[in-house]
């Protein structure tokens, strides 16, 4: 048990364009979901954190409304990149737990380009 | 704020042959320490949770333990697909955010 899935899992688009990921719990109910970004050969970097039916909680120095967060529903949280740039081309992961403080479970991650 | 610190950064290691990675960390109020292995590309995957100092969890080749200042994973004999970067995190306090180490990056040499 305890497998979260994303999608896509790669992802190349124009500057300026918005991408959207999805994020699924596929056998399990999460209450939070977290979106990490990872550089190459560097650690995770928290983003946000969603609760379901509740606005993210952005980590600082993330832009709240070029990272877009929504967690609609106990398995699906989705991230749109808005109006993205080169700079944001990045590894994109995120994670689901069943509780806020419990386990945290990583999807298989989504490596955005942006041209 | 809270802290972890990984080492090595690096190891490499014959095929079968024993070692361990450390975890060090300083938190106010630990509540878990979790090991993740990272392969290449991909996202990282649950191996352990640790959540009091002196608790210890196997699973095939590796072993978790927890002090309370540091955790070791211990990996005995290991094969090439052992390989990959090994990940540990805290939470701590009244926080579910996870702090993260900077990895280890392991490599099994047939």
């Known amino acids: 048990g305890a497998v979260v899935s994303q999608h896509p899992s790669r992802v190349i688009c124009k500057s300026g364009t918005s991408v959207k990921i999805e994020c699924r719990s596929l056998d399990f109910q999460a209450t939070t979901m977290f979106w990490y970004r990872q550089f190459p050969k560097k650690s995770l970097m928290l983003m946000a954190t969603?609760?379901?039916?509740?606005?993210?909680?952005?980590e600082q120095g993330v832009e709240k409304d070029k990272f877009l967060i929504n967690h609609a529903s106990l398995t699906l949280s989705t991230l749109t990149v808005t109006s993205a740039h080169p700079e944001d081309s990045s590894f994109y992961i995120c994670?689901?737990?069943?509780?806020?403080?419990?386990?945290?479970?990583f999807g298989p991650g989504t490596r955005l380009l942006v041209l | 704020e809270d802290q972890v610190t990984q080492s090595p950064e690096a190891l490499r290691l014959q095929e079968g042959e024993s070692s361990s990675l450390n975890c060090s960390y300083t938190?106010?109020?630990?509540?878990?320490l979790f090991w993740y292995r990272q392969d290449p590309g991909k996202g990282p995957e649950f191996l352990f949770t640790?959540?009091?100092a002196g608790e210890e969890k196997e699973k095939e080749r590796l072993k978790a333990t927890l002090t309370k200042k540091e955790s070791f994973l211990h990996i005995t004999a290991p094969k090439p697909e052992d390989s990959a970067t090994y990940l540990c995190?805290?939470?701590?306090?009244?926080?579910?955010?996870?702090?993260f180490g900077t990895g280890t990056r392991l490599t099994i040499i047939p």
């Open positions: 994670s689901a737990s069943r509780t806020p403080k419990e386990t945290q479970y």
């Open positions: 938190v106010s109020g630990l509540r878990g």
């Open positions: 969603s609760n379901e039916g509740s606005k993210a909680t952005y």
């Open positions: 640790l959540y009091s």
């Open positions: 995190a805290v939470q701590a306090g009244g926080n579910e955010k996870l702090t």
